[in-house]
T-cell receptor, first 113, second 112 residues
């Protein structure tokens, strides 16, 4: 299937630090979504982006839909312990079929107090 | 306001046994999906459905079958379990394919 390259694979940071992660692809996407997965739970939608260049915030989280429509970024400001988890990007390909979203492999965020 | 409910939450099977995983959603969503999650592999689509009575293959369909007899339910079957099917299985649903998915809390399956 289509590949989304999500980086970094994992991050070890101190509480209070800002976090940045991104997803890139060689294909054009119409929609970008960012999910967070807590241990033992299913992914939960954080932010949805529907337009190239769009910048959307949800509390301390900010995500952007890249101008080229081939990438997206997620930033977390002033990280706190409950930010720990796996963050997934997901996108809907331009002209994509009913099989829906393509997911990145996730970024593991680990916060040291 | 349950959202997406998966049963069971945990299961251990012996190689060759069969089982069915149930996914139920109460949001009147048209689209439903089954994913498996393995370390380092992210979420991989097994099968999906775009409405009651429809099913289609995803990226990794071999060894699995599905049925969507009722709009709110999407069943995933393993006819003859293999150790390679040890994984965490997630069901998801959405109103439309461009909308964010709502995920269940997962079924952890171990095949020994």
């Amino acid at each position: 299937g289509q590949q989304l390259n999500q980086s970094p694979q994992s991050m070890f940071i101190q509480e209070g630090e800002d976090v940045s992660m991104n997803c890139t692809s060689s294909s054009i996407f119409n929609t970008w979504l960012w999910y967070k997965q807590d241990p033992g739970e299913g992914p939960v939608l954080l932010i949805a982006l529907y337009k190239a260049g769009e910048l959307t915030s949800n509390g301390r989280l900010t995500a952007q839909f890249g101008i080229t429509r081939k990438d997206s970024f997620l930033n977390i400001s002033a990280s706190i312990p409950s930010d720990v988890g796996i963050y997934f990007c997901a996108g809907l390909l331009s002209g994509g079929g009913a099989d829906g979203l393509t997911f990145g492999k996730g970024t593991h965020l680990i916060i040291q107090p | 306001n349950a959202g997406v409910t998966q049963t069971p939450k945990f299961r251990v099977l012996k190689t060759g046994q069969s089982m069915t995983l149930l996914c139920a959603q109460d949001m009147n969503h048209e689209y439903m999906y089954w994913y498996r999650q393995d370390p380092g592999m992210g979420l991989r689509l097994i099968h999906y459905s775009v409405g009651e009575g429809t099913t289609a293959k995803g990226e990794v369909p071999d060894g699995y079958n599905v049925s969507r007899l009722k709009k709110q339910n999407f069943l995933l079957g393993l006819e003859s379990a293999a150790p390679s099917q040890t994984s965490v299985y997630f069901c998801a649903s959405s109103y439309w394919q461009t909308y964010g998915y709502t995920f269940g809390s997962g079924t952890r399956l171990t095949v020994v």
